[in-house]
């Protein structure tokens, strides 16, 4: 079967890179596994060795899905799906406390995380993510602000949970090898004392409208999505004469906070 580069299908064939993934999840005969896009179950064969309690699995692409149904027949704690990841309904994983494995497609990689980032529940359906990105989206997770990579993706993924990096991984280790190398994150979903939200999407939304442009001052996208607000301005302490960038994690979170209110 030939790789689908539709489906982000760069499989991971560095058996030393497999090990050291999978022992970061310390996998013991209680734990709950799922992995996103097992693939040919390279780094299935080496969860399983571990013996967990069960392991689910999500894979888009038919052929694989078929093949690896065949190739678990017989195993009775391994439960797959043919589906897709974006679209699959979690909840049903509620009472397992789920560690996560993904080495994810690249193109759908920070889709899939602000998904699983911006869920009503909380804690959530996991109590760890260990994901592989590719390098340049793992930078941009955990810039810093000031940085340079600091963005959206970062001021999302630390709202509430802590991140972690591993190691990078070479882009040499994979099948077929693509243009750049990996990074290996983990997250552990932060349980009190973050900016709380009803309605999480709201720090999807709120960010998307101040990065619309990032050259540009925040005025018009505050004025646009506040009405000039002037107590909202005091509040936060706001000078609109800043770049999107300039502004640090938690005034994305307090106005997150304010456009909830507004809404309701
Ligand atoms: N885990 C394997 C490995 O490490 O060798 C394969 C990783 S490969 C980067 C990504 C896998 O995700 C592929 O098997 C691909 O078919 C699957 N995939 C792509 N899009 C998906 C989606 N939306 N939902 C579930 N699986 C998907």
């Not at 497999?18 to 390279?42: A, D, Q, R």
């Not at 999302?156 to 990074?183: A, E, G, Q």
């Not at 994690?249 to 456009?259: D, F, G, H, N, P």
Request: glycine share 4%; proline share 4%.
């Amino acid at each position: 079967m030939y790789p689908k580069k539709s489906l982000g299908q760069n499989f991971l064939k560095d058996k030393n890179i497999i090990k050291k993934i999978v022992e970061i999840g310390n996998i013991k005969s209680n734990t709950v596994l799922l992995e996103i896009g097992p693939g040919t179950g390279n780094l299935t064969n080496e969860i399983i060795n571990k013996n967990p309690k069960k392991i689910y699995l999500i894979e888009k692409d038919k052929n694989l899905y078929q093949e690896l149904k065949d190739k678990f027949r017989n195993d009775k704690n391994i439960f797959l799906f043919n589906e897709d990841a974006l679209k699959f309904d979690e909840k049903k994983f509620e009472n397992d406390q789920i560690i996560l494995f993904g080495n994810l497609p690249y193109n759908i990689s920070s889709q899939l995380l602000a998904k699983w980032i911006l869920i009503k529940k909380w804690p959530p359906w996991y109590n760890k993510l260990i994901l592989m990105f590719q390098k340049e989206v793992a930078d941009r997770i955990i810039a810093k602000f000031g940085s340079r990579d600091y963005g959206r993706l970062s001021i999302l993924s630390n709202w509430r949970l802590d991140i972690k990096k591993h190691f990078d991984i070479s882009k040499d280790c994979f099948f077929p090898k693509p243009k750049v190398d990996s990074t290996l994150l983990t997250f552990v979903p932060i349980k009190k004392d973050y900016f709380q939200l009803n309605d999480p999407k709201k720090l999807e939304q709120i960010t998307r409208i101040f990065f619309s442009n990032k050259r540009k001052m925040i005025n018009k996208a505050f004025n646009r999505t506040f009405q000039n607000d002037k107590k909202i301005i005091s509040d936060l302490n706001l000078n609109l004469n800043l770049r999107p960038a300039n502004l640090k994690m938690e005034i994305y979170y307090k106005l997150a906070q304010k456009y909830e209110k507004l809404a309701n």
